[in-house]
């Protein structure tokens, strides 16, 4: 049976290709070209589930892919609940911040409302610090809601700090911070154990060549 790797397109996709390419797995055809939305790679026993980057833990999870690339961000929201995580292949790193416009107080006395796609880790940030808020669930754009008045504060993913200055807004507090994690269902961890086994090591022996 063909071992399935889920993947996001763009950056974790990018980053991710030298480190494959360790294990001798590459993709045949690339995902910005293709429509396919199962891209064989060079090896016939393994080909690449192109999904969204916050779908990637679920493909894992249930699996319908036997590894994945995804963001810490994502796990920490997913839950990661049958997932094995061995390694952390320190690429596609960030932030994840709540974010405000400038000066803003968030230690105020009121019901703040805060738009994220990260409403788990909003709200478990916010009740372990104490504080009583509403969570409206975005999927894009967040830095618009502050604008607009549709919310106070935002918490979402913060790298160079660009997106926010350009829109006036800047990162008031640390929630998490990430890098993509190499994971694997759990029962293919098992059951698959001697493909997956040396793919894992030679990416292992990837990362740390590159860091
Ligand atoms: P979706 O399409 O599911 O909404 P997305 O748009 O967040 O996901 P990407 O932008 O490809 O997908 O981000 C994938 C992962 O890369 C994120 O989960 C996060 O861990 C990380 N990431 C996001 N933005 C940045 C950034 N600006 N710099 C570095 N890493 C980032
Ligand atoms: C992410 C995130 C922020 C931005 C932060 O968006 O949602 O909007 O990156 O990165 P910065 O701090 O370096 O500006 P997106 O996935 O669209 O990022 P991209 O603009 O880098 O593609």
């Given at each position: 049976?063909?071992?399935r790797?889920?993947?996001?397109?763009?950056?974790?996709?990018?980053?991710?290709?030298?480190?494959?390419?360790?294990?001798?797995?590459?993709?045949?055809?690339?995902?910005?070209?293709?429509?396919?939305?199962?891209?064989?790679?060079?090896?016939?026993?393994?080909?690449?589930?192109?999904?969204?980057?916050?779908?990637?833990?679920?493909?894992?999870?249930?699996?319908g892919?036997?590894?994945?690339v995804?963001?810490?961000?994502?796990?920490?929201?997913?839950g990661?609940d049958?997932?094995?995580?061995?390694?952390?292949?320190g690429?596609?790193?960030?932030?994840?911040?709540?974010c405000g416009?400038?000066?803003?107080?968030?230690?105020?006395?009121?019901?703040?409302?805060?738009?994220?796609?990260?409403?788990?880790?909003?709200?478990?940030?916010?009740?372990?610090?104490?504080?009583?808020?509403?969570i409206?669930?975005?999927?894009?754009?967040?830095?618009?809601?502050?604008?607009?008045?549709?919310?106070?504060?935002?918490?979402?993913?913060?790298?160079?700090?660009?997106?926010?200055?350009?829109?006036?807004?800047?990162?008031?507090?640390?929630v998490?911070?990430?890098?993509?994690?190499?994971?694997?269902?759990?029962?293919?961890?098992?059951?698959?154990?001697?493909?997956?086994?040396?793919?894992?090591?030679?990416?292992?022996?990837?990362?740390?060549?590159?860091?």
């Amino acid at each position: 049976m063909t071992l399935r790797i889920a993947l996001s397109k763009g950056r974790i996709f990018d980053d991710t290709l030298p480190l494959l390419a360790a294990a001798d797995i590459h993709p045949a055809e690339s995902p910005e070209t293709s429509r396919k939305l199962i891209l064989p790679s060079t090896r016939g026993d393994v080909e690449f589930l192109i999904v969204r980057a916050s779908d990637v833990a679920t493909y894992v999870q249930h699996g319908g892919a036997d590894l994945g690339v995804v963001g810490k961000d994502v796990l920490l929201e997913h839950g990661g609940d049958g997932l094995v995580e061995p390694i952390d292949l320190g690429i596609a790193k960030c932030k994840l911040m709540v974010c405000g416009p400038k000066g803003m107080d968030l230690s105020k006395n009121t019901r703040l409302r805060i738009a994220t796609k990260y409403t788990h880790c909003a709200r478990k940030h916010f009740a372990a610090t104490g504080r009583q808020v509403e969570i409206i669930k975005l999927y894009g754009s967040m830095e618009l809601a502050p604008l607009t008045g549709l919310a106070d504060a935002i918490v979402d993913v913060v790298d160079t700090g660009n997106t926010l200055k350009a829109n006036g807004l800047e990162a008031l507090e640390h929630v998490a911070s990430s890098s993509a994690r190499l994971v694997v269902n759990r029962v293919s961890m098992k059951v698959r154990h001697d493909e997956i086994a040396p793919i894992i090591e030679r990416m292992r022996h990837a990362v740390v060549q590159t860091s």
